[in-house]
């Protein structure tokens, strides 16, 4: 079955950076678009980046310019570097499959000082 584990979060400063990745299996992942999540304390889960599997991207305004969505086909991950971070940034950051919205556990970015 689909399975994702997201790992690189951690507490950061702001206008530091983060780099979290996205390890998949369970399918064909080169055939996926992919893309990332953020839930923060009271709020929706809102998307933050995704890739198609030609590697178009796209971005909400929030952070377009800061956050670079990639994917690796052949070690099957889906990487999102994080830059100029902010302490609205702060969230648990989840990847998500395209082939049926599988979500991974999801991990915790802080940006604070």
């Known amino acids: 079955q689909v399975q994702l584990v997201e790992s690189g979060g951690g507490l950061v400063q702001p206008g530091g950076s983060l780099r979290l990745s996205c390890a998949a299996s369970?399918?064909?992942?080169?055939?996926?678009?992919m893309s990332w999540y953020r839930q923060a304390p009271g709020k929706e889960r809102e998307l933050v980046a995704s890739i198609t599997s030609g590697g178009s991207t796209n971005y909400p305004g929030s952070v377009k310019g800061r956050f670079t969505i990639s994917r690796d086909n052949a070690k099957y991950t889906v990487n999102l570097q994080m830059n100029s971070l902010k302490p609205e940034d702060t969230a648990v950051y989840y990847c998500r499959a395209g082939i049926d919205g599988s979500w991974g556990q999801g991990t915790q970015v802080t940006v604070s000082s």
């Open positions: 369970g399918f064909t992942f080169r055939r996926y678009a």
